[in-house]
C-alpha cells in the first residue's frame, strides 16, 4: 500500500516545476510577489511545495541559507482555531522571535507585532467573542489578553465595572474605550506593515519566503481569512508568498464571502460577483501557475515508480536516482520496466515483471479514467492492491488481475456504467450479451449505434477507448470480478475517497440549499457548468448513494427533480435507478407537485412518474394507482 502523504520524493517529474518557481523567487527584482501553485485535488501541489520548501530552507530551523528565511504553513491544520488570520500572522511573527540567530536582533519588533495580531483578533471577532469574556476574567482576577484596557480599567472599581459589563450597553461602553486606544482598524492594519518592513530590515535576511498549503482544504471563511492575512504584505519588500490551492474553491470561497442577492446570469464574466472574484484574485496572486494532468507517459512511469517503491524499499534509491539522469535528457518518454533491469537483482525483476507490464497495459486507459490525477491514481492502486489480497484470502482461483483492474477503471470513471454491466452479468450467469455486442461495435469505432442501441454515454469516446483495450471482457464470466467489487456496489467509501474536493463542495450547497429558488441558482450555476463528465458522475454517486441511504430525505429528492428539470445530462438515469431500489412508501408525497412541474420542462421525468405504482403515498399523490 502507499500513503497518501506529501512528499519531496519526486515520483512525478514535477521538480522541473519547483525549480522554475525557485528561479522565479530568486529573482529579487521581481519581490515582493504571491504565487498561486493552482491544480486540481491531488494533482501534486504539496509535493512541489514540499521541493520549494527542502530547497530553499537550510539544514536546520535556525540555518538560513542564502539568507533566506522559509516558512511552511498548513492552512488545514489551523482550520479549528478562532481566526485563521491571526494564526498565520502569529506563525510568521514566531519564525522570527525564535530564531536562534534573528530573535534578538528583532525582539522589539516582533513584541509589538504579536500585540497587533491580538488587536486584529479582537477587531475581526467582535466584543462578545473576545472582548467581554477577557474582561469579565480580568474582574474575577482572571488572566486577560487585552492589557491594553488595563489603562482605562484603573479609574473604575471592579464593582463598577461588574455593573456596566451586566447592562445591555456593555457593548457600547467597551468600544469607547478601544476607540481611545485604537481609532481604526485601518491604523492597525497600517502600523502592522511599517512594524513588518522594519523587523524584516533589522533582521538582514535577503528573503522572506512563505509557503502555504492545502487552503483548500479549508471552509470558505477560513480561506477569506488566510487570504486576508496575506493582503497585509502585499507590497512588503523581500517577501514572496506561495500558495497551492485548488482554484476552483478559492473562487467559491471569494463567491461566498462576497455574495450579493441580485440575480444575475453566473455565466456571464462580466457579471458582478465574477468580476469580484476575478479582481480578488488577480490583485492577490501576481503570478498564477497551473499544474498540467499528467501524459499517459507520465503516468505509465509514475506507476512504474510507485510499484518499485514498494517491491524494492531500500534498494529503490538506486531506481530513483536512474529516473532523475533519464528526465535531464527524455521529458517525453516513458521509464518502464526496461529502464530498471540492470538496477536491480534477478528476484526483484521477477517481483516487478507481472506489476510493470500491468502498468503498461492499462496506462492510458487510468490516465484518461483518472484524469492523469497522482492521488487518484495511487488511491486507485491501493484498492486495486486490497482487493488482490481479498482474491488471495478468499482463495479465488482463476482471477485475471488485468480484468479486474480494468473493470475497476470504469468502476472509478463511470459508476453508472459499471452498475450497468453489473446489472447484465446478474441475469445472465455472469457473460453478458451487451458486452460482446459492445466490444464488436467499438472495434468498428461506431458511435452512433452504440448511441442508438444502449446509450450515449457508453458512445462517448472515453467508453469506446476502454471498450478497445485489452483485456477483452467478452465471454468472461463477470461473477467473481463484482463479487471482490462488492464494497463499491454497497455503497463503500472506496468510490467517495477518490471524488475531488470541488465536488463536495457542490453536493454540500446543494444539499443545504435553503430554499427552491436557491437550488435552481445551484443547479444553474453550479450543476449545468460541471464541464468534465468525470465531475459530473461523482456528484451523481454522492447524490445516488445519500438518497439510497435516506430514501426519505426530501432535500435529495429535490436536488434529482431540479436537476432533471433543468435538462441535466444523466440524471434521469442515475434517479431512475434509485426509485426502483428504494421503498417507495417512506417518499414524501408532496413531491409530486414538483415532479409534475418538471415534466414541463422535461418529458423524461414522465419515466420516472410511471415507475410508482402501488399503495404508496406518492404514488395517489401522482394518481398512478
Not at 194 to 206: A, G, L, R, V
Not at 297 to 307: A, G
Not at 445 to 463: R, V
Not at 522 to 528: F, G, T
Request: hydrophobic fraction near 40%; charged fraction near 30%.
Amino acid at each position: 500500500m502507499w500513503a497518501d502523504n506529501e512528499t519531496s520524493e519526486d515520483l512525478l517529474g514535477f521538480k522541473v516545476h519547483a525549480d522554475l518557481l525557485i528561479d522565479v523567487i530568486n529573482d529579487e527584482s521581481v519581490l515582493p510577489v504571491t504565487i498561486g501553485v493552482f491544480g486540481d485535488w491531488g494533482s501534486g501541489k504539496s509535493s512541489i511545495l514540499k521541493i520549494i520548501n527542502d530547497q530553499l530552507s537550510g539544514k536546520d530551523e535556525n540555518d538560513l541559507k542564502d539568507g533566506t528565511l522559509v516558512l511552511y504553513f498548513n492552512g488545514w491544520i489551523f482550520e479549528g482555531y478562532d481566526d485563521a488570520k491571526a494564526a498565520l500572522l502569529e506563525s510568521i511573527i514566531e519564525k522570527f522571535d525564535k530564531h536562534k540567530t534573528l530573535g534578538n536582533k528583532v525582539k522589539d519588533k516582533t513584541a509589538k507585532l504579536l500585540k497587533s495580531v491580538n488587536w486584529m483578533r479582537i477587531l475581526g471577532l467582535g466584543f462578545k467573542n473576545v472582548v467581554l469574556p477577557a474582561t469579565a476574567a480580568y474582574v474575577t482576577g482572571g488572566a486577560t489578553i487585552i492589557p491594553s484596557l488595563l489603562t482605562s480599567f484603573s479609574s473604575i472599581t471592579p464593582e463598577q465595572l461588574t455593573d456596566k459589563l451586566t447592562r445591555d450597553g456593555a457593548e457600547e461602553y467597551l468600544k469607547g474605550l478601544i476607540k481611545d486606544d485604537v481609532e481604526e482598524d485601518s491604523t492597525i492594519v497600517r502600523e502592522f506593515r511599517d512594524d513588518f518592513k522594519e523587523m524584516i530590515d533589522k533582521s538582514e535576511i535577503k528573503k522572506l519566503v512563505v509557503i502555504i498549503d492545502d487552503l483548500d482544504r479549508c471552509t470558505p471563511e477560513r480561506i477569506i481569512e488566510n487570504l486576508e492575512a496575506i493582503k497585509l504584505f502585499l507590497n512588503v519588500d523581500k517577501t514572496a508568498f506561495i500558495i497551492g490551492a485548488d482554484p476552483r474553491i478559492v473562487r467559491h470561497a471569494i463567491e461566498h464571502r462576497y455574495k450579493t442577492d441580485s440575480i444575475e446570469n453566473s455565466n456571464d464574466p462580466e457579471s458582478r460577483n465574477n468580476r469580484i472574484v476575478s479582481d480578488y484574485l488577480e490583485k492577490l496572486i501576481q503570478i498564477p501557475y497551473n499544474l498540467p494532468k499528467l501524459s499517459d507517459h507520465e503516468v505509465e512511469t509514475y506507476m512504474t515508480l510507485l510499484f518499485c517503491k514498494k517491491e524494492l524499499e531500500d534498494d529503490f534509491s538506486n531506481v530513483l536516482k536512474a529516473f532523475y539522469e533519464y528526465r535531464e535528457t527524455n521529458r517525453y518518454g516513458v521509464f518502464g520496466f526496461g529502464n530498471i533491469k540492470d538496477k536491480i537483482s534477478e528476484d526483484q525483476n521477477l517481483r516487478l515483471e507481472s506489476s510493470v507490464s500491468l502498468v503498461a497495459s492499462l496506462s492510458s486507459i487510468i490516465t484518461q479514467g483518472l484524469n492523469g490525477n497522482p492521488r487518484q491514481i495511487k488511491r486507485f492502486l491501493n484498492t486495486f492492491n486490497l482487493r488482490k489480497r481479498l482474491v488471495d484470502v478468499a482463495k479465488i482461483s482463476d482471477v485475471k488481475f488485468d480484468v479486474l483492474a480494468k473493470l475497476m477503471v470504469l468502476e472509478y470513471s463511470s459508476t453508472s456504467l459499471f452498475r450497468k454491466i453489473y446489472e447484465w452479468q446478474a441475469i445472465q450467469n455472469g457473460i453478458p450479451n451487451e458486452i460482446i455486442e459492445l466490444e464488436e461495435l467499438a472495434k468498428e469505432l461506431d458511435f452512433e449505434t452504440i448511441k442508438s442501441n444502449f446509450s450515449i454515454e457508453w458512445g462517448s469516446d472515453k467508453i469506446v477507448k476502454w471498450l478497445n483495450v485489452e483485456p477483452k471482457l467478452s465471454n468472461i464470466d463477470l461473477r467473481d470480478y463484482y463479487w471482490i467489487s462488492r464494497d463499491q456496489l454497497t455503497s463503500s467509501v472506496s468510490g467517495s475517497s477518490l471524488i475531488p474536493e470541488h465536488v463536495r463542495v457542490i453536493f454540500k450547497k446543494l444539499k443545504n440549499h435553503g430554499s427552491a429558488v436557491l437550488l435552481a441558482k445551484a443547479i444553474e450555476k453550479d450543476v449545468m457548468t460541471i464541464t468534465n463528465p468525470n465531475d459530473s458522475q461523482s456528484l451523481i454517486m454522492l447524490l445516488e448513494r445519500e438518497l439510497i441511504k435516506q430514501p426519505e430525505d426530501e432535500t435529495i429528492h429535490k436536488i434529482f427533480i431540479e436537476a432533471i428539470s433543468h435538462n441535466a445530462t444523466d440524471f434521469v438515469e442515475a434517479y431512475t435507478r434509485v426509485i426502483k431500489t428504494i421503498n417507495h412508501k417512506v417518499i414524501p408525497f408532496n413531491l409530486s407537485n414538483q415532479m409534475k412541474n418538471a415534466q414541463q420542462k422535461n418529458v423524461r421525468m414522465q419515466e420516472i412518474i410511471t415507475l410508482f405504482k402501488g399503495d404508496s403515498k406518492i404514488s395517489k399523490s401522482l394518481k398512478q394507482d
